[in-house]
């Protein structure tokens, strides 16, 4: 279990009354872990089904050491879910708004949901409140959900808006929680910074303080720069496939320059998820509307739109012609150790190989179920149920997610299954070399 022991021995300086707003990722994985803190929190989702389901104890979507947490929480008496917003609101002092701020089709985000959530807090203010961004939004959101409360409160009833930008990874988002490299508050007054500060009193890391505009940008700026270090690997790689050079050798040593540094130098078919794709378009988005072109940020759009195009395209001049031939799919998910498939670049191969007329067999350790959602089964698409029955007689076996249990797979076995032993790995998970050994036709991303 991820929540640190000592945690629990510790003095919390105050015990909050927390109602979080939107039980997805971003609330759910927070109002479990901030019950975890020992506060007493009610998480509230205007999906019925979901939050019947979570009262028993069942979670939407999977996210490791999530379930256990929300278990032991509701045993406690510290987590309670509701579809009741109001009552949510009047018996909590601090509001944390976890909802949805989906891409609208010119890259902003859909705010609609959070002036929703600001009107009915704004109706049930009865006593002072801290109501508190947590979703990703644009810089001076922060101002609009203060003057959308403003304008609809009936009382004179004081309250205070903040921001506190959520930097969990799926997959991670737990050990994200309790661990985090910082915490960053947006406010406007000292009762709302010390608020924040007292709710994470327990979790030892620094703590940003800045007004509500920087920490909006905060958010966006990071997101943004992790992608385009992403980006900027994956161009790196396409240079490697020119020249004959190797991605992971570059990577490697450009990541020991500290100022550099090794995190977020894997090349591979791009980056996907319910966050850098729609945070880096509203980037854009919202700068423009200041008045900037923010051009890098679309190269870096580009250059991920390539990356899974460039992997197509290996795959077809190994193959030649993809019509009836067979390729397996392992790993659906846009990383590993989720089962989200939100702008996975899974989908964009597989659309392509369907296209193309090949036949494809897919597994997923995980999100197999969410897979079935967007890709009907038919006699060109199948689901296989373990990685061996999926390369049977295929002649070409792909890896779109880096599975750690993918690592662990018997490659003599499946050599044995394919009826053509190429693999064409879209995560650079494997020693080329090794596979080579074993007979195998092996492309990677940028790698030799
Ligand atoms: C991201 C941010 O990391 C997190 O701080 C924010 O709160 C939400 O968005 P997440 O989307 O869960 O988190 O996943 P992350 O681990 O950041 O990976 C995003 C995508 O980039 C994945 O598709 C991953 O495969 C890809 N990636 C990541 C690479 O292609 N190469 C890398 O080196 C790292």
Redesign the pocket.
């Known amino acids: 279990m991820t929540s640190p022991k000592k945690l629990k021995k510790k003095k919390y300086t105050k015990r909050y009354s927390i109602c979080v707003v939107g039980a997805g990722h971003v609330g759910l994985v927070a109002a479990a872990c901030f019950a975890e803190l020992n506060h007493k929190v009610v998480c509230v989702d205007s999906d019925e089904h979901r939050i019947q389901s979570l009262k028993k104890k069942k979670l939407p979507f999977y996210e490791p050491e999530l379930e256990p947490l929300v278990k032991k929480n509701i045993k406690s008496g510290n987590l309670s879910f509701s579809s009741a917003l109001g009552e949510g609101i009047k018996k909590s002092e601090v509001i944390f708004l976890a909802v949805g701020t989906p891409p609208q089709v010119d890259g902003s985000a859909d705010l609609s949901s959070v002036e929703n959530v600001a009107r009915i807090v704004a109706r049930n203010l009865d006593s002072y409140k801290l109501i508190v961004e947590k979703s990703t939004v644009p810089v001076k959101t922060g101002r609009k959900v203060k003057e959308a409360i403003h304008r609809y409160k009936k009382s004179n009833v004081d309250f205070d808006v903040a921001s506190n930008p959520?930097?969990?990874?799926?997959?991670k988002a737990v050990y994200d929680f309790f661990y985090p490299d910082r915490i960053v508050v947006g406010v406007e007054s000292k009762r709302a910074e010390n608020i924040l500060k007292d709710i994470y009193a327990s979790l030892k890391t620094p703590l940003i303080v800045t007004d509500i505009n920087t920490a909006e940008l905060i958010k966006h700026a990071?997101?943004s720069f992790?992608a385009t270090k992403?980006s900027f690997?994956n161009v790196v790689s396409h240079i490697c496939d020119l020249a004959g050079a190797d991605v992971e050798k570059v990577s490697l040593a450009m990541g020991l320059d500290k100022r550099i540094g090794k995190e977020?130098?894997?090349a591979?078919i791009?980056?996907?998820?319910?966050?850098?794709p729609k945070d880096v378009a509203a980037f854009i988005y919202i700068a423009k509307k200041l008045g900037y072109e923010l051009n890098l940020l679309k190269e870096v759009e580009n250059i991920n739109k390539e990356q899974w195009i460039r992997f197509v395209e290996k795959v077809k001049e190994h193959l030649w012609i993809l019509r009836d031939k067979k390729i397996a799919i392992l790993g659906l998910s846009?990383?590993p150790d989720t089962d989200d498939m939100r702008c996975a670049p899974s989908v964009n191969i597989i659309e392509s190989f369907i296209n193309e007329g090949a036949h494809l067999i897919l597994f997923d350790p995980q999100a197999q179920n969410q897979a079935k959602k967007i890709f009907k089964t038919s006699s060109k698409l199948k689901f296989s149920q373990d990685p061996y029955s999926a390369v049977k007689d295929c002649d070409c076996l792909c890896f779109l997610t880096e599975w750690d249990q993918f690592h662990k797979l018997d490659f003599k076995k499946i050599k044995k299954l394919m009826h053509y032993p190429f693999i064409a790995d879209g995560r650079n998970m494997f020693d080329g070399d090794a596979l080579r050994k074993l007979e195998f036709d092996y492309i990677g991303m940028g790698k030799l």
């Open positions: 959520e930097f969990l990874r799926e997959g990071s997101n992790l992403i690997i977020f130098l894997q591979g791009g980056y996907g998820g319910s966050c850098f846009f990383k």
